[in-house]
């Protein structure tokens, strides 16, 4: 059985909901954090980078969002929550899986930062505004004509993709009011019964 190490308030809570929508056991450790916000000595002991998700099955001690939800799908999965080679909407689930952690996440993180240090002017907070619109702008116009980012079924992509909409937002919120169909497909997910369980497992 798969060990989800679960710190509060992280990107771990992907991997509740992913283990939710597949109906697969779990055990859940979940570790508080300090005062200051980072994560307690025993969570940051689990792995070199001391960073949620950490996944324990058998031997094999796994972490990074990505590579635990590709390893589940692809073990553990039985074919959901996944588009095979061959099959219509590959590529797009295969990029929309690395856009999640290689795109997305990374200008939630940089728009997050300028507004937390006070430069919502300037050079850097007008860099960072520019290229949150057009990531915005892009994952907007794909859900114009797509009910999920691969296309017509739900994917890991989801699960990938909904965190700094989500609980990221509670460090910076996303201002999303000018991209309704990212709002519509927020509401989608929010009405999944597995994504609605995760939450109150993750304690969110």
Same mark, same amino acid.
């Given at each position: 059985? =798969?060990?989800? #190490?679960?710190?509060?308030?992280?990107?771990?809570?992907?991997? =509740?909901?992913?283990? /939710?929508?597949?109906?697969?056991?779990?055990?859940?450790?979940?570790?508080? !954090?300090?005062?200051?916000?980072?994560? *307690?000595?025993?969570?940051?002991?689990? #792995?070199?980078? +001391?960073?949620?998700?950490? =996944?324990?099955?058998?031997?094999?001690?796994? $972490? /990074?969002?990505?590579?635990?939800?590709?390893?589940?799908?692809?073990?553990?999965?039985?074919?959901?929550?996944?588009?095979?080679? +061959?099959?219509? &909407?590959? *590529?797009?689930?295969?990029?929309?899986?690395?856009?999640?952690?290689?795109?997305?996440?990374?200008?939630?993180?940089?728009?997050?930062?300028?507004?937390?240090? &006070?430069? /919502?002017? &300037?050079?850097?907070?007008?860099?960072?505004?520019?290229? !949150?619109?057009? #990531?915005? +702008?892009?994952?907007?116009?794909?859900?114009? &004509?797509?009910?999920?980012?691969?296309?017509?079924?739900?994917? +890991?992509?989801?699960?990938?993709?909904?965190?700094?909409?989500?609980?990221?937002?509670?460090?910076? $919120?996303?201002?999303?009011?000018?991209?309704?169909?990212?709002?519509?497909?927020?509401?989608?997910?929010?009405?999944?019964? $597995?994504?609605?369980?995760?939450?109150?497992?993750?304690?969110?």
């Amino acid at each position: 059985m =798969i060990t989800i #190490h679960h710190l509060l308030v992280s990107q771990s809570e992907r991997v =509740i909901w992913l283990m /939710e929508e597949l109906g697969l056991p779990y055990e859940l450790k979940s570790y508080p !954090r300090q005062p200051n916000y980072m994560a *307690a000595p025993e969570f940051l002991a689990l #792995h070199p980078v +001391g960073q949620a998700p950490v =996944i324990e099955d058998g031997e094999v001690l796994l $972490a /990074e969002s990505l590579a635990i939800v590709t390893y589940i799908l692809e073990l553990y999965g039985n074919g959901a929550l996944r588009i095979a080679p +061959g099959e219509k &909407g590959y *590529a797009d689930y295969l990029y929309w899986m690395a856009y999640s952690i290689g795109g997305l996440a990374p200008q939630a993180m940089q728009y997050m930062t300028a507004l937390r240090m &006070g430069t /919502e002017s &300037g050079p850097f907070a007008a860099m960072a505004q520019e290229r !949150r619109a057009r #990531h915005l +702008g892009m994952m907007d116009a794909r859900l114009a &004509g797509n009910e999920w980012l691969a296309g017509e079924k739900f994917t +890991g992509a989801e699960i990938m993709c909904q965190f700094p909409f989500g609980t990221m937002s509670k460090f910076g $919120a996303m201002d999303i009011s000018a991209y309704p169909n990212i709002g519509r497909w927020l509401e989608r997910i929010s009405a999944r019964p $597995a994504y609605q369980r995760a939450m109150k497992i993750a304690g969110n």
